[in-house]
């Protein structure tokens, strides 16, 4: 691995070495490392791109880490990953997409993650999303994820996407079952004429179940940003989402929330705010002795940590 | 000790009222040189407007401001801020995601150890265990933002200290703690503080008070000199006097 695709690792993985645990790196549409554990096998699927991570029942305190670099200007793949969690397993999944893009065709990758989780697992879900590279092609991602939770599941869904992608929309659908819950935390930034679109449906199917969906996100300069959620309560269960939107200078945000309620005890709420950066807290922070630009900075940095 | 010198001269400020021009600001002349100075005067008078304008936040439509003889009129409020004025607003502000301990690395300037901000916390009463990594966001209280408001103001320790009724929006029992702050700061400042105040208590600390009433100052002197004029001023309609 060279160091442009070292770099886009640390980026996404956080990684500076082999990780622990399973893993799998996937370089320029090809495997660049696998481990497996005992609990948990990685296979290549035979039929597309992609794998299939099967993880023990009863597995504790194990992680995956999957991530995808493309260095290679002009590259465009799709794969299909599928997560098969088995009973009380407790795991870390830790994806995450880098594109470094020198040239000037575009370099694509649209990841498709399904996650079967089974009773009473838990699971917590990481996916960082990055770009670099100076050359005038663009960075698309167009990530898709498909969660299934059993009766008792949890899944924690952390998404980040902060620089650099150029072009994205991510798709995320799930069915939750009794007794179990889904949190999604998205975290956007865009900036130039960056495009970011995010869709999410989620179908609350069991009582007792409950989803929270929070999307914070900042769009500066000209760049697009629509947000779009639709949770639909057919059990007793507990639904929330949130849109959370700073805009500045020439950006556009759209905030498109649904809620449908099937069941007398579905509580669901949804509640979506777009604005600048208040004046008040620029100027707090300003008589405390920074610039205009620092205090923005501060104020960006703050809201999507 | 160095006295710190604020000078304001001919200081007006009017802002439009449906299109009507409203004076708010008359020729304010002043000249803060004691380690404690009161402002109070009924609501409405001009105390906020003045407090703005000393930090940079609002722009007079007349007059100069000068700190230590030099002038600062066409300062930005970040050139004030790093000449040594520091203003605690009167509603202090909520920040999504930036911490308590963020806020007051800022305000003193450089990154602080959780040992020093659980000493500038304890100068107002807090306990840095519960505060340190919280956000300054809505989860905290209006006392709770209001001490911390004043915490980063004596961690950046500047040669102006400007509070804006810093017993507002918090609830009696509160403000008898708070009285302490104030007065120990008093005993340890190395420099001026300006308070807007209705407080009594606040009064009795002031070496100085200064009594505003409808956009002009209309008596500066000790609490004794003040005082009686204090109470004739806004006086009440017939109406609600009669009601009082």
């Not at chain 2, 802002?15 to 380690?35: F, G, K, M, P």
């Not at chain 2, 966001?137 to 209006?142: D, I, K, Q, V």
């Not at chain 2, 400042?189 to 200064?210: P, T």
């Not at chain 2, 003040?226 to 009669?242: H, R």
Request: hydrophobic share 40%; proline share 2%; charged share 25%.
């Amino acid at each position: 691995m060279d160091a442009i695709q070292q770099n886009l690792l640390e980026q996404v993985a956080g990684l500076h070495e082999i990780p622990a645990g399973a893993y799998n790196i996937r370089a320029n549409g090809q495997m660049a490392a696998r481990n497996t554990t005992a609990n948990i096998d990685i296979i290549t699927k035979e039929d597309k791109s992609g794998i299939d991570i099967r993880i023990r029942p009863g597995t504790k305190s194990e992680s995956v880490h999957i991530p995808v670099v493309l260095s290679q200007s002009g590259l465009k793949e799709s794969v299909y990953n599928d997560f098969f969690v088995g009973e009380d397993a407790d795991v870390t999944i830790i994806a995450g997409c880098g594109i470094h893009n020198g040239g000037s065709a575009a370099s694509e990758h649209s990841g498709i993650h399904r996650f079967f989780v089974d009773k009473n697992a838990k699971v917590r879900y990481v996916e960082k999303h990055y770009g670099a590279g100076d050359g005038n092609g663009e960075r698309i991602m167009n990530p898709t994820t498909e969660i299934h939770l059993a009766d008792g599941a949890s899944l924690e869904m952390e998404t980040v996407q902060i620089k650099g992608i150029d072009s994205t929309k991510r798709v995320t659908k799930a069915e939750i079952g009794e007794k179990a819950s889904l949190v999604i935390h998205e975290k956007i930034m865009t900036h130039g004429r960056q495009y970011a679109e995010t869709d999410f449906t989620v179908d609350v199917n069991g009582d007792d179940s409950s989803v929270n969906l929070i999307s914070r996100s900042v769009a500066k300069e000209q760049s697009r940003q629509l947000f779009k959620s639709k949770i639909v309560g057919n059990g007793k269960c507990q639904g929330h989402s949130e849109c959370d939107a700073i805009i500045m200078d020439g950006a556009s945000v759209s905030a498109i929330p649904e809620l449908t309620a099937n069941n007398i005890d579905a509580n669901l709420i949804h509640e979506a705010a777009i604005g600048k950066i208040a004046g008040e807290q620029l100027m707090k922070l300003m008589t405390l002795g920074l610039t205009e630009k620092e205090a923005e900075e501060q104020i960006v940095n703050g809201f999507l940590k | 000790m160095v006295i710190n010198m604020l000078e304001l001269k001919g200081i007006c400020f009017s802002a439009e009222d449906e299109s009507r021009e409203v004076e708010i600001l008359n020729d304010i002349n002043l000249t803060i040189d004691d380690r404690f100075v009161a402002v109070t005067g009924p609501n409405g008078s001009g105390k906020s407007t003045l407090a703005k304008i000393i930090a940079g936040i609002l722009t007079p439509t007349a007059g100069q401001i000068f700190l230590d003889g030099v002038d600062i009129t066409d300062k930005s409020i970040t050139e004030r801020a790093n000449m040594g004025i520091s203003f605690a607003f009167q509603q202090p502000v909520r920040f999504k995601g930036i911490t308590v301990r963020e806020l007051l690395s800022i305000a003193s300037g450089r990154e602080a150890s959780v040992t020093e901000i659980c000493d500038m916390l304890s100068e107002v009463g807090l306990c840095a265990r519960d505060y340190v990594n919280r956000e300054v966001n809505a989860s905290l209280s209006g006392g709770e933002l209001k001490r911390i408001e004043i915490a980063m103001i004596m961690a950046r320790g500047t040669k102006v200290s400007i509070f804006d009724e810093p017993e507002a929006g918090i609830d009696l029992w509160s403000f008898q703690n708070l009285i302490r702050v104030f007065e120990k700061m008093y005993e340890e400042i190395n420099g001026s503080i300006l308070i807007i105040s209705h407080q009594e208590r606040i009064l009795n600390i002031a070496d100085k008070i200064i009594l505003m009433a409808d956009g002009q100052i209309k008596k500066v002197g000790s609490k004794e000199e003040v005082m009686p004029e204090l109470l004739g001023c806004g006086q009440p309609c017939k109406t609600l006097a009669d009601k009082l």
